[in-house]
């Protein structure tokens, strides 16, 4: 599925509740971030962040 980055943007902002997840997607999906940048910045993991990216991923192309 083709997606615009404003469109994962609004689903991010809308359908993600934790704070910290909330940044961690956005940083990957709208700012374009590797992993391990994004490890970096939230404190967590690069296998963690790419494990979060996935699975949230799903559920934010289901909304759009």
């Known amino acids: 599925m083709i997606y615009s980055n404003s469109e994962m943007c609004h689903?991010?902002?809308?359908?993600?509740?934790?704070?910290?997840?909330?940044e961690l997607l956005r940083?990957?999906?709208?700012?374009?971030?590797?992993?391990?940048?994004?490890?970096?910045?939230?404190?967590?993991?690069?296998?963690?962040v790419k494990h979060v990216c996935r699975c949230y991923k799903t559920l934010l192309l289901s909304q759009i």
């Open 11 to 22: 689903a991010i902002n809308e359908y993600v509740h934790d704070s910290k997840y909330r």
């Open 27 to 48: 940083l990957r999906f709208c700012d374009g971030l590797t992993y391990e940048q994004i490890a970096e910045e939230v404190n967590y993991s690069p296998q963690h």
